[in-house]
């Protein structure tokens, strides 16, 4: 059974650097052809891709993000981190991490985690 | 950046048959996945690949792509449809998600 759970803190201030934890069960990161992303989603609006980490500990980044985030793993726990560096409110989101199964052609974010709410405020 | 354009809002009446639409360059390379998200809750795979249900998911959804455009159709729309559909799928410098439809059933 894969499960994944986001952990972190519900508010940060503005300028300061958000870290996010993904802990999952299930499935191995070691894996050839898995991986684990973040996806957030503010409130009343759309997904948005933010990063992802592959079995070899490949990163992706969001273009449009790629200077704030950091994305890494540990695989003897399970774990992947995302740092994401001088916070602002319009970073106010749901964040989710999700597995991801890349088949070259098509990739699927097949299990997802419930999300954390993160807001930014001083 | 690449994009993926959906519609923001479709309807359709309880029984009918409902088509969810997707353009953007990279669906030209790469398959689309579909998302069903509803109020409060995480974003389910409905879709993937050509046309692939996860375990669990009803026949009545189903996938199809031409060119730079990827659909989703559901084939007799139940009122626990009503929901939000995303699209994504890889692009030049990573994955990308559509705007999102508003799928209500009427």
């Known amino acids: 059974q894969v499960t994944l759970r986001e952990s972190g803190p519900a508010l940060v201030k503005p300028t300061q650097t958000l870290t996010l934890t993904c802990t999952f069960s299930?499935?191995?990161?070691?894996?050839?052809?898995?991986?684990v992303s973040w996806i957030r989603q503010p409130p009343g609006k759309a997904l948005e891709w933010l990063a992802l980490i592959d079995w070899d500990d490949d990163k992706y980044y969001s273009t449009s993000l790629k200077t704030r985030l950091t994305i890494s793993k540990d695989t003897s726990k399970n774990q992947v981190v995302l740092t994401m560096t001088n916070m602002d409110p319009v970073d106010t989101a749901t964040y989710y991490c999700?597995?991801?199964?890349?088949?070259?052609?098509?990739?699927?974010?097949?299990?997802w985690g419930q999300g954390t709410l993160v807001t930014v405020s001083s | 950046s690449s994009e993926l354009t959906q519609d923001p809002a479709v309807s359709v009446a309880l029984g009918q048959t409902v088509r969810i639409t997707c353009q953007g360059d990279?669906?030209?390379?790469?398959?689309a996945s579909w998302y069903q998200q509803k109020p409060g809750q995480a974003p389910v795979l409905v879709i993937y690949g050509k046309n692939n249900r996860p375990s669990g998911i009803p026949d009545r959804f189903s996938g199809s792509s031409s060119g730079n455009t990827a659909s989703l159709t559901i084939t007799g729309a139940q009122a626990e449809d009503e929901a939000d559909y995303y699209c994504?799928?890889?692009?030049?410098?990573?994955?990308?998600f559509g705007g999102g439809t508003k799928l209500t059933v009427l």
């Open positions: 999700a597995r991801i199964k890349d088949y070259g052609d098509y990739v699927l974010f097949d299990y």
């Open positions: 990279s669906l030209r390379s790469y398959y």
């Open positions: 299930g499935f191995s990161l070691s894996t050839s052809g898995m991986c």
């Open positions: 994504n799928s890889r692009d030049s410098s990573g994955w990308v």
